[in-house]
């Protein structure tokens, strides 16, 4: 059994991706994470969450929140937009660390397959796959996302960010605000967060 701290990505003053007709990333977001906590809690699992309403946090406050509870997982959850519909589907953004990259590969890719299992949509079609990871430009031992940097620097085992569709795409568009379809994809968090042994 996990300590699972979720993380809804934006909030507040900060919408995050906005669909064509209006819908903001950030309550798509929080609408899975409020759907997903007590599905983690039934299988067995402790969940918290870094916000439980629409309000903005900073990265650092939400790690700091992680921290302090004590996670073993951190899943921050997004939405992606792309500058044409084309793009869809789910991918997943781990750290770049050694021994924790490695272990944040393995949670990675067992939420990719987790939510394409319980979707029956697949993941999205990245060039390097749908799991990845990026490095800094500026500080290349470092990680690109800051929720990951941050995470790591706490020493929280494999942080991860869920890219859960695109905004740009209307079939993920009109999906990810569906409850029917964050059931499912809750779901398959689920399954990935069953799966992954801690260490
Ligand atoms: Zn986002």
Redesign the pocket.
């Known amino acids: 059994m996990a300590a699972v701290f979720l993380d809804p990505?934006?909030g507040g003053t900060e919408p995050?991706?906005v669909t064509a007709d209006g819908k903001r990333?950030a309550d798509g977001?929080l609408r899975l994470a409020l759907i997903l906590a007590p599905m983690l809690l039934a299988a067995g699992h402790s969940v918290r969450l870094s916000r439980e309403e629409d309000v903005m946090l900073s990265l650092s406050e939400r790690v700091k929140r992680a921290w302090e509870w004590g996670t073993d997982l951190l899943i921050s959850l997004?939405?992606?937009g792309a500058g044409s519909p084309a793009p869809s589907g789910h991918h997943v953004i781990h750290s770049i660390t050694d021994k924790r990259g490695e272990r944040g590969d393995r949670l990675a890719w067992l939420l990719v397959r987790g939510i394409a299992d319980a979707t029956g949509r697949p993941p999205f079609a990245r060039s390097g796959g749908p799991v990845w990871t990026r490095r800094s430009l500026v500080l290349p031992w470092l990680d690109y996302h800051s929720v990951i940097r941050h995470a790591i620097q706490r020493g929280i085992e494999a942080p991860v960010i869920v890219?859960r569709g695109f905004v740009s795409n209307p079939d993920d568009a009109r999906l990810l605000f569906d409850d029917e379809y964050l059931i499912m994809q809750a779901g398959g968090i689920v399954m990935a967060v069953d799966q992954y042994e801690i260490p």
């Open positions: 990505g934006h995050g991706a990333e977001n997004h939405i992606d890219e």
